[in-house]
């Protein structure tokens, strides 16, 4: 029923724009590109830029030179183009309320960013009411904004992976159009959440609509896309997992396979964005084969076509992760050609981990089963949190894990050399798989009573000069004892992480209610 | 009938002893540009009102950036002013060391300046780009054993030497030799994590040394958690948004304490309303000692809230 509502939505949504005209209509990526263009312009000045003809209060915050992001100019509304002749035509740049309006300064104040980036007619921030619907501020999606009547605007971004808003604004102490990432929410106290009028959330001609998939016709594959740009949310839960909301935007892509083979697909994604992958036999969300957060595969397929799905994943809430996106996907044939007919193809020794707990192929429920592992902690408390910073957990992390010497220097410093290398380590943290336990008994603190090993080497790095900690990072990677052969032995490595990921898993669910991560 | 009287009086005694309240400042600074006076631009209709812009605290001293003033003022732990340097420019960020070294960081995130405890004029000078800055910059703080650094929103850090700068691979740097982040997971909880000082964190997407951690849990919607610092106890100390309404935005935010164990001692919550917009206003001394300023119409508000004013821990 909420797909028909959504449907239904989207589809007087288009007619309603239609109806006043293409030119009103605007997808969230346009909006998104359209601020970011605003924040990442060079613009250079000269002395006569600094000078506002029109007033002798004016005084300007740019001195001659080169900057980045439109000046903050109260009433200012300008396109980018425009902004640049003015400059050339001597207008000041930017300009405060303290000034006045001024017609001889040049930017955008915050609600007039807002409206160029949607392309609406300049509106106040009192007057948005007119063009914007209110909505609930856990439904904001990227390209809505939040709106102080009387105040300030900013077009939201996302939430970063501490949960901070991220939003582009024309304000703030620097006075340009920035993208702001290091707001908190009390800064947008006050603030009601707002959606334009005639944002299009759908665009079903776009490349990966349903309609208009996206061949894969040879591998390995590579793209780099936005979940919005389609705006399409026909999928929302897959049956090979179905307690896993996906209620945001997808991207559908489509490949034929005349031999059978393993395929492979990884995605990464930014702070604040969680695309998950759904491996498809046919167009429809019950046809799900595999889903994961990080990586599909390797997973065995017969010839045939599949549809590979980059869907936004969404909280308990229903707050969804849109966003850009890296997509790689590959595939080894096997060398036999079989029809899609005929019986399963042979299944390796090797890729048999649980089969008695599988009770099916194999492989694809041991994949899936590591994937419900490690969706604990990647996914729901969920993969916004593994997103910030460090890609999400999967074996490919793993096998591409920097130099892990540093564990080692920190034990050398000072720590008492409590290396917990392991298969309660690998487990008990999906994201982290593979990693290193840096002290067993202690916390943070460096040095004192009962603060452990980890706390000495902190004292002793605390004192360390710039140089001998580059030095460090750049420490060779086999001196960790881990695993450097792991990109020479791709599948079975996979395999033996998948079953320590679970062993691990298993482990940590029994140590569940301990406070520290490695289950003491 | 009467069971409904009394669960309705019952349930908004409960509301009423919930909401959150503050102690009365422990100073508050008349709005001015005179000595002892801090600057602000208020009601300025499409722009945020602007006021002093951050505050730090290192050893005994507690330095302000009283921006629309362009200077920095420094306290003494009395709350007499007992220092200022002169920025002349608008600073978003500021951070000393013990020995009152302050170093800056321009409004535009794209200069800064040291100053040492004798000079009362920053020069400034540039910030060399980085790419681990790629995203935006956030703070600078006076890492004890790095020195100045600038980290940005996103784990990304350079140390600042003069002339250059050096991409680090720590996040946050939360002083006495660790550095961590917290992760937003559900609508009601995140994970902070913490590193020793030299191990690589998120930055360089690694992960490859396990940070301990710690999950804090929320009643209402969570906004976001950050952690704050470790003081010389080895406390670690987070700061907490939670929502109290969804629209209008409205925000609830508290400080809670970590023992070196990872037990949770102490919180401190206050009503947004009172100290809006908290952004870089909060700092932590070596001691435990928490720090909150706030622009208030009768000026600026300057709490410190000693280790036992501490609520305990539920």
């Known amino acids: 029923m909420n797909t028909f509502r959504r449907r239904l939505k989207a589809i007087l949504l288009v007619f309603g724009v239609m109806f006043v005209g293409d030119a009103a209509a605007i997808t969230r990526e346009e909006i998104l590109d359209r601020a970011k263009a605003y924040a990442e312009h060079w613009w250079t000045i000269t002395a006569k830029n600094t000078v506002a003809d029109c007033s002798t209060k004016y005084e300007c915050d740019y001195v001659p030179g080169t900057y980045q992001g439109l000046p903050y100019d109260w009433g200012g509304y300008v396109e980018i183009e425009k902004f640049d002749q003015l400059l050339l035509d001597g207008q000041a740049a930017g300009s405060h309320s303290w000034h006045g309006v001024l017609s001889c300064t040049t930017g955008l104040d915050c609600s007039g960013f807002a409206s160029k980036c949607w392309k609406a007619p300049h509106h106040s921030t009192s007057t948005m009411y007119k063009i914007t619907d209110e909505i609930p501020s856990a439904a904001i999606l990227p390209g809505d904004a939040y709106n102080k009547a009387g105040s300030h605007m900013v077009v939201w971004v996302k939430q970063a992976g501490d949960g901070s808003p991220v939003f582009y604004e024309a304000a703030g102490t620097p006075h340009k159009v920035r993208l702001h990432t290091s707001a908190t929410w009390s800064y947008l106290s006050g603030y009601k959440s707002i959606r334009y009028h005639y944002v299009t959330e759908v665009n079903a001609d776009a490349p990966g609509a349903p309609d208009n998939p996206i061949v894969i016709d040879a591998f390995p594959f590579h793209d780099e896309r936005n979940t919005l740009s389609t705006g399409i949310t026909q999928f929302d839960a897959y049956s090979c997992a179905p307690e896993k909301g996906e209620l945001g935007p997808e991207v559908l892509y489509l490949f034929s396979l005349k031999q059978a083979g393993y395929f492979t697909a990884t995605v990464a994604d930014e702070v604040g964005v969680d695309i998950d992958l759904h491996l498809l036999s046919a167009p429809n969300a019950n046809s799900c084969l595999e889903r994961h957060d990080a990586q599909i595969g390797p997973v065995l397929l017969n010839p045939g076509t599949y549809w590979l799905v980059l869907d936004s994943w969404s909280n308990s809430s229903g707050v969804s992760y849109p966003g850009p996106y890296i997509l790689d996907a590959q595939f080894e044939p096997t060398g036999e050609i079989m029809d899609p007919e005929d019986e399963e193809p042979p299944v390796p020794e090797d890729v048999v981990i649980d089969a008695d707990a599988s009770g099916g192929s194999g492989i694809d429920e041991d994949v899936s089963t590591g994937d419900d592992d490690i969706e604990l902690d990647s996914q729901s408390p969920e993969d916004t949190a593994s997103d910030i910073g460090t890609p999400s957990p999967d074996v490919t992390n793993t096998a591409d894990a920097p130099p892990e010497a540093e564990f080692f220097d920190v034990a050398a410093t000072g720590a008492d050399g409590v290396t917990q290398l392991g298969p309660d380590t690998i487990g008990t943290n999906d994201e982290d798989a593979g990693v290193t336990e840096v002290g067993g008994g202690g916390f943070w603190l460096p040095g004192g009573a009962g603060m452990g090993n980890l706390g000495a080497s902190g004292q002793t790095s605390g004192n360390a000069p710039i140089n001998s900690l580059t030095e460090t990072s750049k420490a060779p990677s086999d001196s960790s004892g881990c695993d450097t052969t792991a990109s020479t032995r791709p599948v079975s490595n996979w395999l033996v992480l998948l079953g320590l990921i679970v062993w691990g898993t298993k482990l940590r669910r029994r140590a569940s209610n301990s406070f520290y991560i490695d289950g003491r | ?314």
């Open chain 2, 1 to 314: 009938m009467k069971f409904f009287v009394v669960l309705a009086i019952c349930g908004w005694t409960t509301w009423v002893n919930a909401a959150p309240s503050g102690p009365e400042p422990w100073k508050i600074f008349p709005w001015g540009n005179g000595v002892g006076q801090f600057g602000l631009v208020a009601n300025m209709g499409e722009v945020v009102p602007e006021g002093p812009t951050a505050i730090a605290v290192s050893g005994d001293r507690i330095y302000i950036a009283d921006d629309v003033n362009r200077r920095i003022v420094v306290l003494t732990a009395q709350g007499t002013i007992s220092r200022v340097i002169t920025s002349g420019k608008r600073v978003a960020s500021l951070d000393a060391n013990a020995n009152g070294a302050v170093v800056l960081l321009s409004a535009a995130l794209d200069q800064w300046s040291l100053v040492q405890p004798y000079e009362s004029i920053a020069r400034f000078q540039p910030v060399e780009s980085s790419p681990t800055f790629a995203d935006g910059w956030r703070a600078v703080v006076y890492d004890a054993a790095l020195g100045p650094v600038i980290i940005s929103s996103e784990g990304g850090a350079v140390a600042l030497v003069k002339g250059s700068t050096i991409p680090l691979k720590t996040a946050t740097p939360l002083g006495m030799g660790a550095h961590g982040l917290a992760r937003w997971l559900t609508p009601n909880s995140a994970v902070v994590r913490v590193w020793p000082a030299r191990v690589p964190a998120l930055s360089d997407q690694s992960g490859s040394v396990r940070p301990k951690e710690i999950v804090v849990e929320t009643s209402q919607r969570l906004g976001m958690a950050r952690p704050l610092r470790i003081d010389n106890q080895g406390r670690l100390y987070v700061w907490l948004e939670t929502f109290s309404n969804d629209s209008p935005v409205a925000v609830v935010a508290e400080v809670r304490r970590f023992e070196p164990n990872g037990v949770e001692s102490g919180k401190f919550v206050w009503k947004i309303d009172d100290i809006a917009p908290a952004y870089r206003y909060v700092d932590v001394d070596s001691s435990g000692r928490l720090y909150v300023m706030a622009s208030r119409p009768a000026g600026l508000a300057l709490w410190r809230l000693e280790a036992e004013q501490w609520e305990s821990a539920r």
